[in-house]
């Protein structure tokens, strides 16, 4: 079992920066791989993002591609989002998601249901 908490939302200037966090619980969380979400009003989950168990591996949606930076810190049981440039069309809840995989380089998936434990989302507004 895996309990996400998302944290670092919040409103910001168009071109400016956030730092999303996703804190795990439990002593396995480095067997899993980790993808960031995004929901906007009216619209279905997206991907934005996902890094494999060991960090090595990165992916990222052409939307956000060269803007976001995802990361992990395994030994703090954390991953995070470095959102830079933001745009209004950034704006959503953000969710990380966790998903078990046998390999360290594997990443997860661009379909969310695929992933098997969910935080409850942080929002992000960036205002034009």
């Known amino acids: 079992q895996v309990q996400l908490v998302e944290s670092g939302g919040g409103l910001v200037q168009a071109g400016g920066s956030l730092r999303l966090s996703c804190a795990a619980s439990?002593?396995?969380?480095?067997?899993?791989?980790v993808g960031w979400f995004r929901q906007a009003p009216g619209k279905e989950r997206e991907f934005v993002s996902t890094?494999?168990?060991?960090?090595?591996?990165?992916f990222y949606a052409g939307s956000v591609l060269g803007r976001f930076t995802i990361s992990r810190d395994n030994a703090k049981n954390t991953v995070y989002l470095q959102m830079n440039s933001l745009k209004p069309e950034d704006t959503a809840v953000y969710f990380c998601?966790?998903?078990?995989?046998?390999?360290?380089?594997?990443?997860?998936?661009?379909?969310?249901?695929?992933?098997?434990?969910w935080g409850q989302g942080t929002q992000v507004t960036v205002s034009s």
């Open positions: 439990g002593r396995t969380f480095e067997y899993y791989a």
């Open positions: 998601a966790a998903v078990a995989k046998s390999g360290t380089m594997t990443t997860g998936s661009l379909d969310p249901f695929e992933y098997d434990y």
């Open positions: 890094i494999s168990r060991s960090g090595s591996r990165t």
